[in-house]
């Protein structure tokens, strides 16, 4: 691609969420940059198959992968995700250009019966799609009963309200954004459930040869964000980056230094502490921000992690 495209054709998910997202986008593109944009709203292998967990069945990528072939053949010019959805390592030919700036990245607690976690009966029923929200469950309420849910935030809404969970929990920024802010009975400090890489903030994937588009949203980046989820990223990276992994990944800007958390948690041993590894680091490039996940995750794996991980990967 030599020049800009025009108009420009966003690649979507066609869930609420997904079309709120890329609306965003577009009126960002026409309100920043006087573009013309349309949509092209797509439905994943990932919102097709509801009834198995998305580490069983190819993770997160089948949410992007159909996106990608139609950037690939030119019957669209970028894909706008969650980033938290974004597979760690993109096909080659793929980049991820542009972050903006991030929504709350916490997770939240939907209840019609409990006001928060805390205040759950022993036994009492919840639902989580997340590996990572599961081990950090157990590890502050082993006596809940935690169960799959799967489908997009509408769907999941449904089912609680169907009575089917006596709470769910689910990220606080796509609640916000479609204004059901009010469906949060308790937002879950980072320090009781740390979030996920990404969460929390819109990533924008284009050709990697798209060179004049690149360089056109770049201007969108919102650095802080930028450098905060590439270091967060870097952590799953370093572990194997798969959905199947549950890892969280923070990191958060601190008297002009950026510190990252992660945890990493055994589903196979709900008993078992999780490990905990903490850096904070001036950083001014990506390359900084990545070596400051980097040793984040080694100091993971120092402390049991590897084990941890292949125990996983054999299981």
Known sequence: MTTLPDPCVI???????????????????????????????????????????????????????????????????LAVHSLKDVPMELPDGFSLCTVLEREDPR???VSSSFESIEALPQGARVGTSSLRRVVQLQARRPDLDVQPLRGNLDTRLRKLDEGQYDG???????????????????????EWMLPAAGQGALGIEVR??????RNALAGLIHTPTW?????????????????????AAYAFWSD??????????DPLQPGRPMLRAQQRSRVATTTAA???????????????GRDILDRLAHG
């Open 256 to 265: 002009g230094a950026l510190a990252l958390e992660a945890r990493l948690g």
């Open 208 to 213: 990697t040869d798209a060179t004049p588009l």
């Open 168 to 190: 769910i929990v689910l990220a606080a920024a796509g609640l916000k954004r479609l204004g059901l802010a009010e469906r949060i009975r308790q937002v879950i400090s980072p």
């Open 107 to 109: 997770d939240a607690w």
């Open 11 to 77: 690649a979507t998910r066609e869930s609420r969420l997904a079309l709120w997202q890329a609306e965003h986008v577009r009126d960002l593109l026409t309100e920043r940059l006087g573009w013309s944009v349309d949509l092209l709203g797509m439905t994943t292998r990932g919102d097709q198959i509801l009834d198995r967990a998305l580490s069983k069945v190819g993770g997160k990528g089948l949410f992007v992968k159909e996106l990608e072939t139609a950037l690939e053949e030119g019957r669209a010019h």
């Open 290 to 304: 990545e070596a400051l996940g980097q040793g984040v995750a080694a100091e993971l794996i120092e402390a049991g």
């Open 227 to 247: 450098l905060a989820v590439h270091a967060e990223r870097a952590v799953s990276r370093a572990l194997g980056g798969s959905c199947s992994m549950p890892l």
